[in-house]
């Protein structure tokens, strides 16, 4: 092996030259050369940085504890100090294999010195998602090491403190969440402490709660590749664990994130399986991990996927029975959640004046509660539902970008794009159309930067109400793209409105070829609804055409 080496080197071959070199510092120790071995892979891994080939560089700081335990048995800080920053290494990496090897080596070293308890505290998370294979022994190996120590009375005193000190800091991460916002410094800062004590297994009474609250404050945050990740890991823990309750909610987790990214067909997909699986009584205890009915929750959220998807009077039905739903339980969060999604779906059929009754339902529930964390969408809400009578533009609109601002200071960017194309229509109403277009660009980038494209047609297409008005050309290429969102989102709803808007744009400028072309195929499917007025209009003018 130290030939083939030699020859790699000096024929510039040094691709994987680092875990060749570990492999052979590993032979070395077994035949007694330990402090050459060593000196192996000191310079390794002081070659890492002028290379930057890091994919092992957790192995070989692995390989280099073991070898140390080889030369000393005795002396076992140099050892620990090396599988600790393996263990460092790969989580930096995200290398699950090489940090369970890490943590399984020192695991070992601490009970063989009587540290039982933090051999589990090492352990446990490690294993965290992982099933036996007979590709990877160590996992089978950890589980059997893992359920030794915990029969052992030190650990079992050891994870009681554990677990009641950590419950304290996850009902308290909670508290905060509720009270000062899913998306707040202090709830992130707060659920960061919880996890830094609580034990990461689904066995773990505060596991799960543990889990939506990370959930939850990345999807607030706007944070959505890690939610998405957050609501997989959830999903795959449950189903590991043989937790079908659990699994239930994580449908919920990944519908929700997956409707904020604009996949609305798999995010129906996963809605229908909560549906499909849910169980009354057996799924009712969830309300204590997430604070509100999944059941009613997930309704909510489904039927925003229906609207977007063109089902619309199926979207109106499954909002009002989650509506009823969390009245009839006397559920808080679910009915704040329900009336929320609600004036959601009012916003996205064009129904102003369907808003009223829920958005005053929203300010009195909010009012009742005194909680802040739903105040701002009650405030934005009910200025929405005015009636355009009485409203006045110019007035509303500052009103409603200082409840943005807000919101933009608490990081609550979860559908924050959406809020700025509602100013952008209030400012366009008052006059302002410079102010509009910025609201708009202002939410397109910040959909660009979030990855939350539900909203990314609706934006393109208040650009073009308010382009229509001074510069036709770019007015015709924002309809023109909110129409070919919709279309690759499957978003018929979105489709219809931007094809109407198009096609009355082209009317109004002599083009009744395009705008009868532009408009039948997106009515294609629709029947007309007093759930979504705008079918009624586009067929009137599909005949007038």
């Known amino acids: 092996m130290s030939e083939g080496i030699s020859y790699s080197r000096e024929q510039g071959l040094l691709m994987c030259l680092p875990l060749f070199e570990a492999v052979l510092a590993e032979a070395e120790a077994d035949t007694g050369n330990t402090d050459t071995a060593l000196a192996r892979l000191d310079r390794q891994i002081a070659d890492i940085d002028q290379t930057g080939e890091r994919w092992c560089e957790a192995e070989l700081h692995r390989i280099r504890g073991e070898i140390l335990l080889k030369r000393d048995t005795a002396i076992t800080a140099p050892a620990e100090a090396a599988f600790l920053t393996a263990i460092d290494v790969a989580r930096q990496q995200n290398s699950k294999s090489f940090e369970l090897r890490a943590a399984l080596s020192l695991a070992k070293l601490y009970r063989s010195t009587g540290r039982a308890a933090d051999a589990h505290a090492v352990l446990a998370p490690a294993l965290e998602g992982f099933s036996p294979t007979s590709e990877f022994p160590e996992i089978e190996e950890a589980q059997t090491l893992l359920d030794t120590l915990t029969q052992d009375d030190r650990v079992k005193g050891a994870l009681a403190k554990q677990q009641a000190r950590a419950k304290l800091h996850v009902d308290y991460a909670r508290a905060v ?72 909610n994580a449908r919920r ?202 909203k990314d047609s609706y934006l393109y297409r208040v650009r073009g109400d308010v382009l229509a008005k001074r510069d036709a050309a770019a007015a015709e290429a924002a309809y023109r793209e909110a129409l070919r969102v919709a279309h690759e989102q499957s978003a018929r709803t979105f489709e219809l409105q931007a094809a109407l808007s198009l096609a009355k744009f082209y ?39």
């Open 507 to 545: 009317q109004s400028t002599g083009r009744a070829a395009d705008a009868h072309a532009v408009l039948a195929p997106a009515l294609e499917g629709f029947s007309p609804t007093p759930e979504f007025p705008e079918i009624e209009e586009a067929q009137t003018l599909l005949a007038l055409l």
């Open 177 to 248: 969440q509720w009270g000062m916002g899913f998306a707040a410094d202090e709830t992130k800062a707060a659920f960061a402490r919880a996890g830094a004590l609580a034990l990461a297994a689904p066995r773990d009474p505060e596991y799960w709660a543990l889990m939506y609250g990370r959930f939850a404050s990345f999807l607030m945050r706007g944070e959505f590749v890690a939610a998405h990740e957050a609501a997989a890991t959830y999903l795959r823990q449950a189903q590991v664990a043989g937790s079908p309750e659990h699994a239930v």
């Open 253 to 454: 987790l990944l519908g929700t994130v997956k409707l904020e990214q604009g996949a609305f067909r798999e995010s129906r997909e996963e809605f229908e399986a909560l549906l499909a699986n849910w169980d009354e009584d057996r799924d009712r205890p969830l309300r204590a991990v997430t604070g509100a009915d999944v059941l009613c929750v997930g309704g909510a959220y489904m039927a925003q996927a229906l609207v977007c998807l063109g089902d619309v009077e199926a979207a109106v039905r499954m909002s009002g029975d989650a509506i009823r739903r969390a009245e009839a339980l006397d559920d808080f969060g679910a009915r704040a959640f329900a009336l929320t999604n609600r004036l959601q779906i009012d916003a996205m059929r064009g129904r102003p004046d369907a808003m009223r009754e829920p958005a005053e339902a929203l300010r009195k529930l909010v009012s009742e509660k005194a909680t802040p964390l739903w105040e701002l969408n009650a405030r934005g809400y009910a200025i929405w539902a005015r009636d355009p009578v009485h409203l006045d533009p110019a007035a509303a609109a500052n009103e409603f970008g200082e409840i943005i601002a807000a919101k933009l200071e608490r990081k609550e960017l979860m559908r924050i794009y959406h809020w700025h194309g509602l100013l952008a229509q209030l400012q366009s109403a008052a006059g302002a159309c410079e102010d509009a277009l910025a609201s708009v660009a202002m939410g397109l980038e910040i959909a660009a930067q979030t990855g939350g494209h539900c």
